[in-house]
Structures are given as structure tokens and as C-alpha cells.
């Protein structure tokens, strides 16, 4: 009867991956008592799903009650034979609390753990709130003070946002946010983590909303200011950025192994860049007058002679994934692409590969508050200056970009805005301009 009621409830859920396909099977692969707290009990299963050949597993907090209060209707998953209403119980802070006092107290339930960081002491009396934004992960905020991120999705192994923090935090890097705890349990004999707290940047702002108040400031300015002139000029701030990315992947370099590519690797990868290109096209006709550009700048790659250094990278580098604090600039979500094997996202990149997606994300920046306005296309010069202004700041900072680096950074740019090119034909046709501009 849980199966049949998790099954009619999950493919309804934000985080679940696979929306639009059949759901031919879910069980419940381990239930684990985590404990009880005002008349509720705290379970942790984990699902095993099956859609086709397709196998995925999820974790769900379920929260049992006999009576469930107007606070918690809206996580209702239903009520089993014998009148328990059982929920998500991430939306429940008064027993979400039992996940804070597991990592401070290094409690094992059956075969999870919650472990914490070395030399940390966790307040087990804040309370949760859980955030709305996400797509696939659901996070928990607890007071100002941490903020615990529940993978939704499991895939065995260590998630690759633990890993480089808990690294980088040992080696006192700054511009990240300070990692207090996490929980874990084995999947297929692999520890496997199912949630890390870090310390919530309550004093923050988003880079990319601190971004879009820059370009909407500058929209609005008389068509004589230049970006630099303009009230809310965002190239200190994206100077600042650049040069606190350096530092982290200067911190990476030193935390992880590095390798350096030879030119005939480097050769393979464009011919991947080709293939993407070519199955591009295919979809986005659109996308073909620029093909002649895009292989001009692949084949400048073909042509270098130097080895390219790789190294761990943050993968999924945008102004989203930045946060402004008094201190700094902080970077966020070492997680990788979530829909990425594990072995792909610890894999070793030249660290120009975050450099181009925030390069992208400038752009994006510039570009998307045009796609609803009727004068957008008369804003459209002033996107371009605004989009440069601040990616030239945002290279400046970073300062560690030389002539063959330049080559490949504009392959790896236009590979990016290859694939939003796809994306957003697929996803948001009135966006389809914004990725397409990188091409003239």
C-alpha cells in the first residue's frame, strides 16, 4: 500500500528526473527508523525506480503521523490502511531537528551515518525551513546558520560537493562556505552521501540577481551612458569574481592531483566539439550560417603545440552558483552537472572550462531581459556593451589567460553556447537569441 502511494506521488515532485516516462515499478529498497518528536516518526527510505531499462533510486524523509496539521497538508503523500498519514517530512521542522543532532552527536541509525566536520560544534536547536528554488535536490535552511542539501537522486559514492569542500576547507580556502556535516549510507558496497550541511551565507546575495539589478539599472539609463558611467556598474564586482575563481582553482590544483593533455588529445576533444556541433545543427537549423565561425575557432584549437593543464573544476560554473557576502565572493554547488555520472564530474578539465561558463553567464545576463520587452531589440547594443564590460572585468581578475589559452576558451565558449543553443529550443524558444548572439 506505501509503494502504490509513493509511486501515484513521486513522479509529481520537482526533483523527481523522470517526468514524461512511464513509471513501471517502484519498491522500497530500505527503511531506516531516524526517530520521533511530537507524536511524528522520522523514517529515511530509500526508492529504487524503474522507468523501461532505466533503474534510479531517491531518498525520501517520510514523516508517519495519525493526525497531520494544516502546516504539513500541502506534503501529504497519503494515508495507509491503517489511518497513518504519512508525508515528506523535510517540510516538517520538528523533526527535522533529529538530522542536525545525528551529525553533531555522530549517531548511526542501521546503516546510515551522520558524521561532522572536524572541529565543529553544530546547534542542534535551530529550526528548518526548507527552500523553494531547487530543481533537483531539496535543501534545508536552519536559522542563519547552516543550510543542508538532501540529494534527492542517489548515485553511489561520495558526491563530488563534499569531497572539494571537505578539501578545501582543510587547506583554509577562502571564498567557500564552511562544511559542518553531512550523512551517508552504502549503496551497491559504496559510501555513498545522502546530505551535507555547510554554513548559510545568510548575509548574501545571489551573483546572478546582483547581476540582472546591474543590467536592469543600466536598460534604464539615457541612450548617452556607457556601461561604465551607468549607477549599478557591476565590473568591479565581476573583477572581484575573477580573481576569487583563480584562487579556487589554484586551491583545487593543490588539493587534487592535476595532469597535463597532449596536443593529440586535444585534437579528440574538438572532434567531440564537432559532433556536438553537427548534431546541433540537425536540430536548430538556425545554428548552421554560424558553423564556418564556430570551426574557425576549433580548428585554432587543433593548431595548438603545448600541452593543456587539467585539473579539478567546479563544472557548472555560472552566476547562480556565486554569492556575494561582506567577506567576498563565495562559490557554491561543486556538485557538477547532477545528471552526470560521478567519474564524469571528478574528471579532470582545464579550468577555462569554468571560465567560459561564466563567461556564458554574462551574456545570459545581458541578454534574457530582452526576450519580453518590445524595445529589446533597440536594447540590444547596450546588452552587447554591458556583456563585455563585465566579461573583460571578469578576465582581467582571473589574469591567468594567455594567448593559446585565449584559443581554447573561445572553443570551449562556443561549445557551451552550442549546447544552450539546443537547450533552449528545446526548453525556452524565446530565449533561443540570447545563445545564438555568441556566434556574431
Not at 498519514?85 to 551529525?103: F, I, K, N, P, R
Not at 546503516?111 to 542542534?124: M, S
Not at 574557425?296 to 556575494?324: P, S
Request: charged share 25%.
Amino acid at each position: 500500500m506505501l509503494e502504490d502511494l509513493l509511486a501515484r506521488w513521486i513522479t509529481h515532485q520537482r526533483w523527481f528526473a523522470g517526468k514524461g516516462r512511464p513509471l513501471d515499478d517502484l519498491r522500497v529498497e530500505s527503511s531506516t527508523t531516524l526517530g520521533t518528536a511530537q507524536e511524528a516518526e522520522l523514517w529515511h527510505l530509500v526508492l529504487c525506480v524503474r522507468q523501461a531499462d532505466a533503474l534510479d533510486r531517491y531518498q525520501l524523509l517520510l514523516g508517519r503521523r495519525s493526525e497531520l496539521p494544516d502546516r504539513l497538508k500541502h506534503v501529504l503523500i497519503g494515508i495507509t490502511q491503517d489511518g497513518v498519514h504519512v508525508y515528506d517530512a523535510a517540510h516538517d521542522s520538528s523533526l527535522t531537528h533529529l538530522l542536525l543532532e545525528g551529525m553533531a552527536e555522530g549517531q548511526d541509525h542501521g546503516p546510515i551515518r551522520f558524521r561532522h566536520a572536524h572541529g565543529v560544534e553544530i546547534d542542534t536547536t535551530q529550526r528548518s525551513l526548507v527552500l523553494g528554488a531547487e530543481q533537483s535536490n531539496t535543501s534545508l535552511v536552519y536559522g542563519d546558520a547552516y543550510i543542508c542539501k538532501l540529494f534527492r537522486r542517489l548515485i553511489p559514492g561520495i558526491n563530488p560537493e563534499l569531497e572539494v569542500v571537505a578539501a578545501l576547507a582543510e587547506r583554509d580556502a577562502p571564498h567557500i562556505a564552511r562544511p559542518y556535516g553531512w550523512i551517508e549510507t552504502d549503496l551497491d558496497g559504496v559510501a555513498t552521501t545522502l546530505a551535507f550541511t555547510q554554513k548559510y551565507l545568510s548575509t548574501s546575495n545571489d551573483g546572478w540577481d546582483l547581476a540582472l539589478a546591474s543590467v536592469r539599472d543600466f536598460y534604464g539609463q539615457l541612450d548617452d551612458i556607457s556601461a561604465a558611467d551607468a549607477g549599478g556598474d557591476f565590473a568591479a564586482e565581476s573583477h572581484r569574481l575573477g580573481a576569487a575563481t583563480a584562487e579556487i582553482h589554484r586551491q583545487l590544483a593543490a588539493a587534487f592531483p592535476t595532469d597535463v593533455v597532449e596536443p593529440h588529445d586535444v585534437k579528440r576533444m574538438v572532434e567531440g566539439f564537432r559532433r556536438r556541433l553537427a548534431r546541433a545543427i540537425a536540430e536548430v537549423p538556425q545554428l548552421a550560417e554560424h558553423a564556418e565561425i564556430v570551426e574557425r575557432a576549433f580548428h585554432q584549437v587543433e593548431e595548438l603545440t603545448g600541452e593543456v593543464r587539467v585539473q579539478r573544476v567546479h563544472g557548472d560554473y555560472h552566476l547562480g552558483q556565486v554569492m556575494r557576502t561582506p567577506a567576498g565572493w563565495f562559490i557554491l554547488d561543486f556538485e557538477g552537472e547532477p545528471g552526470q555520472p560521478l567519474d564524469e564530474r571528478r574528471a579532470l578539465a582545464s579550468p577555462l572550462r569554468d571560465v567560459a561558463g561564466m563567461l556564458r553567464s554574462f551574456d545570459y545576463a545581458a541578454g534574457h531581459l530582452l526576450a519580453d520587452r518590445p524595445d529589446g531589440a533597440e536594447l540590444r547594443p547596450k546588452a552587447s556593451e554591458w556583456a563585455a564590460r563585465n566579461r573583460s572585468a571578469f578576465l582581467e581578475g582571473y589574469a591567468d589567460v594567455d594567448e593559446e589559452d585565449s584559443a581554447l576558451l573561445r572553443a570551449l565558449e562556443y561549445d557551451k553556447a552550442v549546447y544552450e543553443v539546443v537547450y533552449e529550443a528545446r526548453n525556452r524558444p524565446s530565449w533561443l537569441p540570447i545563445p545564438l548572439a555568441a556566434f556574431r
